[in-house]
């Protein structure tokens, strides 16, 4: 293990389209915290979002980054059996424990809620010293397993969320990686999973990766592909994960009477429907945010049936990641989750 550095690299984002690499004095840790050595930084839309100045409940500047694999450097006794040496996966949301949503145990839309990336500075730094009783055990996951656990844990979420059932047909619109875990983990609940996007090799992806039963290219007729799958039924849920404002208000036509609707991407915006449209189908519209304690346990549970070295696209340390971060932003370049090394 390092010892505690005095000085330390790390990465801010100043205002939108700017990052600074920068050195500031190393964390120590207080009472009830352990600070870890961050090795790899996974890059989530919601970083993309902030970069491009587009992201809810934002402000600058800020170190981002809330998709960590991290070891544990220091830490005090604790009753989940964490010592020093040991992997560790970050639950990056700082919850008050005591409003109405934490009481009832949703702890994921606390009224207070603190997101380390995001409200708080988080992870794009060397080190970082954080409350114990967000770290969960990951000894026996990689790197790449651990940056990945919390975008798949939003994934579990929402597919929790909408109690899936077998054989029902679904659609996920967005082949990113929130969309990607979804498909997944509907597919393991014995869903029959439609995976939509404009994107060709997104959608190649989803079909020989995920194993998809079927693909539509939205930019054809994707009503009408849906209603041939489906034999006219449309889904019974329907996920979006774009965030994209055009398609989560065209959502529901892809809904089945008496469906489900999951919002998954956000969006910045109001978003407008045709009421006597979604009042025909009695459609139930649910929101899904971040993610709860059982819902990562779970991921960390069955990670190995997820194909990740396929999902980690692309990899840079951390004193290339200005100059490469413009290029996530380009679905072109065929980006479906790039990390940051932060342990050279």
Same mark, same amino acid.
């Given at each position: 293990?390092?010892?505690? $550095?005095?000085?330390?690299?790390?990465?801010?984002?100043?205002?939108?389209?700017?990052?600074?690499?920068?050195?500031?004095?190393?964390?120590?840790?207080?009472?009830?915290?352990?600070?870890?050595?961050?090795?790899?930084?996974?890059?989530?839309?919601?970083?993309?979002?902030?970069?491009?100045?587009?992201?809810?409940?934002?402000?600058?500047?800020?170190?981002?980054? *809330?998709?960590?694999?991290?070891?544990? +450097?220091?830490?005090?006794?604790?009753?989940?059996? #964490?010592?020093?040496?040991? !992997?560790?996966?970050?639950?990056?949301? $700082?919850?008050?424990?005591?409003?109405?949503?934490?009481?009832?145990?949703?702890?994921?839309?606390?009224?207070?809620?603190?997101? $380390?990336?995001?409200?708080?500075?988080?992870?794009?730094?060397?080190?970082?010293?954080?409350?114990?009783?967000?770290?969960?055990?990951?000894?026996?996951?990689?790197?790449?397993?651990?940056?990945?656990?919390?975008?798949?844990?939003?994934?579990?979420?929402?597919?929790?969320?909408?109690?899936?059932?077998?054989?029902?047909?679904? @659609?996920?619109?967005?082949?990113?990686?929130?969309?990607?875990?979804?498909?997944?983990?509907?597919?393991?609940?014995?869903?029959?999973?439609?995976?939509?996007?404009? !994107?060709?090799?997104?959608?190649?992806?989803?079909?020989?990766?995920?194993?998809?039963? /079927?693909?539509?290219?939205?930019?054809?007729?994707? #009503?009408?592909?849906?209603?041939?799958?489906?034999?006219?039924?449309?889904?019974?849920?329907?996920?979006?994960?774009?965030?994209?404002?055009?398609?989560?208000?065209?959502?529901?036509? /892809?809904?089945? *009477?008496?469906?489900? /609707?999951?919002?998954?991407?956000? =969006?910045?915006?109001?978003?407008?429907?045709?009421?006597?449209?979604?009042?025909?189908?009695?459609?139930?519209?649910l929101c899904s945010r971040n993610a709860a304690l059982e819902d990562f346990e779970?991921?960390?549970? @069955? +990670?190995?049936?997820?194909?990740?070295? =396929?999902?980690?696209? *692309?990899?840079?340390?951390?004193?290339k990641m200005i100059s490469n971060f413009d290029s996530w932003l380009n679905p072109?370049?065929?980006?479906?989750?790039?990390?940051?090394?932060?342990?050279?």
């Amino acid at each position: 293990m390092n010892k505690e $550095l005095k000085r330390m690299k790390y990465i801010v984002c100043e205002k939108p389209g700017e990052f600074q690499l920068k050195e500031k004095q190393a964390p120590t840790r207080k009472e009830n915290e352990a600070l870890l050595q961050v090795h790899k930084v996974g890059i989530c839309g919601t970083d993309l979002h902030a970069y491009a100045g587009n992201q809810a409940f934002f402000t600058y500047p800020r170190i981002l980054g *809330h998709e960590l694999a991290t070891q544990v +450097i220091e830490i005090g006794a604790n009753d989940k059996g #964490i010592r020093a040496g040991d !992997n560790v996966v970050i639950m990056p949301y $700082l919850n008050c424990g005591t409003c109405i949503a934490c009481r009832k145990g949703k702890t994921n839309c606390c009224t207070s809620l603190k997101v $380390l990336g995001i409200h708080t500075d988080g992870g794009m730094q060397e080190q970082i010293a954080v409350p114990i009783d967000i770290l969960l055990p990951a000894n026996n996951l990689n790197n790449d397993q651990m940056a990945i656990v919390e975008p798949l844990a939003i994934g579990a979420h929402a597919v929790r969320r909408a109690t899936i059932q077998k054989n029902e047909f679904i @659609v996920v619109i967005g082949c990113g990686p929130i969309g990607i875990g979804i498909m997944k983990f509907a597919q393991m609940k014995g869903a029959k999973v439609i995976a939509l996007d404009m !994107n060709e090799q997104r959608l190649a992806y989803a079909k020989e990766k995920i194993g998809v039963d /079927y693909t539509v290219n939205a930019k054809g007729d994707p #009503i009408a592909e849906i209603s041939k799958i489906t034999n006219g039924d449309m889904c019974t849920a329907v996920f979006d994960a774009s965030g994209h404002k055009g398609a989560l208000e065209f959502g529901p036509n /892809y809904m089945a *009477h008496g469906g489900r /609707y999951i919002l998954v991407g956000l =969006s910045k915006g109001e978003l407008t429907y045709t009421h006597p449209e979604i009042h025909a189908k009695e459609m139930t519209l649910l929101c899904s945010r971040n993610a709860a304690l059982e819902d990562f346990e779970y991921v960390i549970e @069955v +990670i190995n049936q997820f194909p990740t070295a =396929s999902y980690v696209t *692309h990899n840079v340390p951390y004193t290339k990641m200005i100059s490469n971060f413009d290029s996530w932003l380009n679905p072109k370049t065929g980006v479906i989750k790039a990390t940051v090394d932060f342990k050279l």
